[in-house]
């Protein structure tokens, strides 16, 4: 697993937004704030100058969907978004 590799390497932190850094100092270290779709490679945060891990680029994701669904055969449009509206939708029908 990505997060246990950097871990083990001494990147397995991320950025919190907002302050949440400070009031939740060891938060970005935890499993729960990882990225869920983690950049292949790390690199320098421009805001810290430290190095880590950030997410994939919306648009790779976005590629990655057209990509699928070209190989499924599926013509209808489709996005993330509506991947994401999907999902929630399922959630409140199964209550």
Do not use: N
Not at 25 to 40: D, I, L, N, R, S
């Amino acid at each position: 697993m990505i997060f246990d590799q950097d871990r083990g390497a001494g990147f397995g932190e991320v950025y919190l937004p907002h302050a949440l850094d400070k009031k939740y100092p060891q938060a970005g270290q935890e499993w729960g704030w990882f990225w869920v779709f983690p950049a292949k490679e790390l690199s320098i945060d421009p805001r810290s100058g430290v190095k880590r891990r950030h997410h994939i680029h919306d648009q790779a994701l976005q590629r990655a969907v057209k990509k699928t669904l070209q190989a499924a055969g599926i013509t209808k449009p489709a996005t993330t978004r509506s991947l994401r509206h999907s999902f929630a939708t399922h959630l409140l029908q199964s209550g």
